[in-house]
C-alpha cells in the first residue's frame, strides 16, 4: 500500500477535521444546551452587581413623644480593604497620600500616618469597607465617583447615621447606648436573631450597624430597619452603568421610653454638679471626698416604669457614629472601673446600702412578731453583742455615728433618726433567736425586696448585687480560700447586715425597687424603661401606629399590712419632717405640706475612703407617684451629700422652684 498516495493523505485529513468539528460541535452543545442557564447566571454576575442599602434605625423617644436618638444623612469616604491590600506597597502609599490631600483641602484634615491607623484598626473585620472620613462635602463625593479609575478601592457612600439632637448630647446615654459595627461572632449570632419572642427578618451585612448597648441594643429586633436591596449593571471596568431594580429600604420601628426627658435633664444635672462640688472637700474625720462617681433613679411605684436614671461619668453616643478608633475607646475606659463613664453605674454599680437598708430589717422582724410599732429599746449609743467577751473577734463595741445616744426608742423613731443601736440589737436577736424568728429571716425579707438578684429590666449588663448568708459566706471561702479567708457566719455579720453593711451589695436601681415595692404596699414589680413600640414616624397616641406595647409585670410580693406599714412610713417621713430627722436639713425651704415627702438617708464605709452617700425617698407620701434614690460614690454622710441631688429631683417632679444643688451643711450618717 503506497502511504503517500495523496487520495489517502486527503482521506486522513479529511477524517482529522471532522473529527475537530465534531468535537467543536459537541463543545457548543454542551455549552449551548446542558449548561446554558449556569453560565447565563455566571454571565450576569460578571456585569450585575447586587447591594445592600442599610435602612435608617427607628427612633427613640422620650414619654412625651420628644426625640431623643434621631437619624440624619452623611456621606462617608470609605476604603475596600480587599481591593487596598492587592496594590502594592507603592500604590497603596500613593493612593492615601492623594485621599488624604483631597480630604484636607475639603475641611477634613488627614494624614496618611492616620488613615493607615484606621486601616489596621480591630474594630474593622477585613471584609467591609472601612469609613476612613464621615461627613465629607457633596463636591468631595462628586470628584471621587468621576476618578473612580485613579482612586481604586476607595468610594464615597451616603449613609444614615446616628444623631443626637438633645443638648447636651449625651443625654440619657447610658440609658439608648449606642450603635457601631456588627463584629464576626454578632453577624453570625444574628441569624437567629436578637431576641428570642421576635425572628429576625432583616437581614445583616458585614458592614451592617448594631445596638451594642442599652435600648439600642435591648429593641435591636424593632429599632432595625429592612436594608434596601439594588442590583446594577456594571461596565467591564466595574463601573455602574445603569441600575436594573431597586427595592427601598424602610425604616425601623421607634421606640418610645417611659423616661420623662424633663426628670431626666434634672437627675444628670444635679448629680455632676453636686460630685464636683464635693471633689477636693472632706469628711468629718478628714477624709477626702474624691466624689468620682455616682447613679439617680426615679421609677413609678405603680408600675415600676422608670422615670429617669443618670449615671456619672457619663459619654457622648455620637463619637460611636461609623465607629470609634481603639485609641479614643481606650482612653475612655483606660481608668478602671471607677472612672470607666460606659458604665451604667445604675443598674451596673454594686454598693452597700447603709442605712437605707434598715427598711428590711425592720420589715423582717415586723413580720416575725419580733417587735411590734411600739417595741422600745434603750439607745445608750453604743452596743456590746450579746454574749460577747471582752476582747474576743467581733466583739468590738459598735456605736451610733459620733457616739449619739437616742434614749428609749420605738422603731418610728429608730427610723426616722437612724439609730444603729436599735437595729444592731435586731440583728443580735434574728442571730441568738434563731429557732423562733429564723436564722436567715433579714435575708429572705431582702430578697423579697428584690435585692440579690437581677430586677428583669431588659438592659444588657445588671448587676445581681449581693445578700451573704452562713451558706453562702462558706461557699465563698471554699470557692475562694484567698480572696474569702473567713468562710463564718458569726453574730458580728448579722449585726453588720443589719444596718447594711459588709455583708450586702444593691445597685441604685434594686435599691429604687425596693422602696417602690413599700411605697405600693407590697408589689414588685420588673422595672420597665420602654413603655411602646410604634410605627416609624407614627404618632405614637395613635392606637393603629402600636407595634408592641410593654405591659406593668409584678414579679412578687411582700405583705405589708397595716401594722408593718403605717409605723415605717411614720419613720421615713420623719427623717424629712421632724427636725431630728437624717434628712431634715437638705429638705428645709422644700414645700411638704404641697407635696409630702418620706426618706431615708444611708452611709456606707468603705475601707481606705470616703463613704458611700445614699438617699431614697417616694413620694407624695398618701399616695405615692415617685420614687428616686441617689447614689454617690466617696462622698461622705448621706444627707449631706445624696439628699440634697434627690431634693433637685423632687423639685422638678413637684413642679416646685428650683434651688441650687450643694452639700446640705448638717446631717448625720444614717
Same mark, same amino acid.
Given at each position: ?589 422644700? &414645700? %411638704? =405640706?404641697? $407635696?409630702?415627702?418620706? #426618706?431615708?438617708? !444611708? ?6 475612703? +470616703? &463613704? %458611700? =452617700?445614699? $438617699?431614697?425617698?417616694? #413620694?407624695?407620701? !398618701? ?6 434614690? +441617689? ?40
Amino acid at each position: 500500500m503506497d502511504t503517500d498516495s495523496p487520495r489517502l493523505r486527503l482521506s486522513i485529513l479529511a477524517v482529522v477535521v471532522l473529527s475537530l468539528f465534531g468535537a467543536l460541535f459537541a463543545r457548543l452543545w454542551y455549552l449551548q444546551v446542558m449548561v446554558a442557564d449556569q453560565f447565563q447566571v455566571e454571565a450576569a454576575a460578571n456585569r450585575v452587581r447586587t447591594v445592600a442599602e442599610e435602612a435608617p434605625r427607628g427612633r427613640i423617644l422620650d414619654v412625651k413623644g420628644r426625640v431623643i436618638v434621631d437619624n440624619r444623612s452623611s456621606l462617608v469616604v470609605t476604603i475596600n480593604p480587599k481591593d487596598f491590600n492587592a496594590l502594592v506597597m507603592a500604590d497603596q502609599d500613593n493612593l492615601l497620600l492623594r485621599v488624604a490631600e483631597q480630604l484636607t483641602r475639603s475641611g477634613n484634615p488627614t494624614k496618611v500616618v492616620g488613615l493607615r491607623a484606621k486601616l489596621s484598626d480591630p474594630q474593622y473585620n477585613g471584609l467591609q469597607p472601612i469609613p476612613i472620613a464621615i461627613d465629607v462635602p457633596e463636591t468631595l463625593f462628586q470628584y471621587f465617583a468621576e476618578r473612580a479609575d485613579e482612586y481604586p478601592s476607595v468610594a464615597v457612600v451616603r449613609q444614615s447615621v446616628r444623631s443626637y439632637p438633645l443638648q447636651p448630647a449625651s443625654t440619657a446615654a447610658h440609658i439608648v447606648g449606642y450603635v457601631g459595627r456588627i463584629s464576626g461572632d454578632e453577624l453570625t449570632a444574628m441569624q437567629g436573631g436578637v431576641t428570642p419572642t421576635k425572628p429576625i427578618d432583616k437581614p445583616y451585612q458585614p458592614d451592617s450597624e448594631i445596638g451594642k448597648t442599652g435600648v439600642e441594643r435591648a429593641y435591636e429586633t424593632y429599632l432595625r430597619g429592612t436594608p434596601g436591596i439594588r442590583t446594577i449593571e456594571v461596565d467591564a471596568k466595574g463601573r455602574p452603568v445603569r441600575t436594573v431594580s431597586e427595592q427601598a429600604p424602610q425604616s425601623g420601628d421607634d421606640v418610645q421610653l417611659t423616661i420623662d426627658i424633663d426628670a431626666q435633664r434634672s437627675a444628670e444635672d444635679a448629680l455632676a454638679q453636686q460630685l464636683a462640688a464635693l471633689q477636693g472637700k472632706h469628711q468629718d474625720d478628714g477624709t477626702p471626698t474624691k466624689a468620682p462617681a455616682g447613679s439617680v433613679v426615679a421609677l413609678d411605684p405603680t408600675n415600676g416604669n422608670v422615670i429617669a436614671m443618670a449615671s456619672y461619668p457619663t459619654y457622648d453616643p455620637a463619637e460611636f457614629v461609623n465607629g470609634i478608633s481603639q485609641d479614643r475607646f481606650d482612653q475612655l475606659t483606660k481608668g478602671g472601673d471607677q472612672n470607666n463613664p460606659l458604665i451604667n453605674r445604675a443598674i451596673q454599680g454594686q454598693y452597700a446600702p447603709g442605712s437605707t437598708f434598715k427598711l428590711i430589717t425592720a420589715t423582717a422582724a415586723l413580720q416575725r412578731g419580733m417587735i411590734t410599732a411600739n417595741t422600745s429599746y434603750t439607745d445608750t449609743g453604743s452596743y456590746t453583742i450579746i454574749g460577747c467577751k471582752p476582747g474576743a473577734a467581733g466583739c468590738e463595741t459598735r456605736t451610733n455615728s459620733g457616739g449619739e445616744s437616742n434614749g428609749t426608742i420605738a422603731l418610728p423613731t429608730a427610723v426616722t433618726v437612724s439609730s444603729d443601736v436599735y437595729f444592731y440589737w435586731l440583728g443580735d436577736r434574728f442571730f441568738h433567736e434563731s429557732a423562733q424568728f429564723g436564722a436567715t429571716g433579714i435575708q429572705d425579707t431582702a430578697k423579697a425586696f428584690g435585692l440579690g438578684q437581677s430586677s428583669g429590666i431588659p438592659l444588657v449588663g445588671e448587676s445581681k448585687g449581693l445578700v451573704l448568708d452562713a451558706e453562702l459566706a462558706k461557699k465563698r471561702h471554699d470557692d475562694n480560700p484567698t480572696a474569702f479567708p473567713d468562710g463564718g457566719w458569726y453574730a458580728g455579720s448579722n449585726v453588720n447586715l443589719a444596718i447594711g453593711q459588709a455583708q450586702v451589695l444593691v445597685t441604685p436601681l434594686q435599691l429604687t425597687n425596693a422602696y417602690a415595692t413599700f411605697a405600693n404596699h407590697g408589689t414588685l414589680y420588673q422595672p420597665q424603661v420602654v413603655l411602646r413600640v410604634v410605627k416609624a414616624k407614627a404618632d405614637p397616641n395613635d392606637p393603629n401606629s402600636v407595634v408592641m406595647t410593654t405591659e406593668a409585670h409584678a414579679i412578687g410580693h411582700v405583705d405589708l399590712p397595716p401594722n408593718i406599714y403605717d409605723p415605717l412610713n411614720a419613720g421615713f417621713q420623719g427623717a424629712i419632717d421632724n427636725p431630728k430627722g437624717t434628712a431634715h436639713s437638705a429638705f428645709q425651704g422644700f &414645700d %411638704t =405640706s404641697a $407635696f409630702t415627702l418620706a #426618706g431615708k438617708t !444611708g452611709t456606707a464605709q468603705v475601707n481606705g475612703k +470616703a &463613704d %458611700t =452617700s445614699l $438617699f431614697v425617698s417616694y #413620694g407624695p407620701a !398618701g399616695s405615692p407617684r415617685y420614687v428616686v434614690a +441617689a447614689v454617690l460614690e466617696e462622698s461622705g454622710f448621706g444627707a449631706r451629700a445624696a439628699a440634697p441631688v434627690v431634693r433637685h429631683l423632687w423639685e422638678t417632679l413637684s413642679n416646685q422652684a428650683l434651688t441650687a444643688v450643694a452639700p446640705a451643711q448638717s446631717g448625720t450618717s444614717g
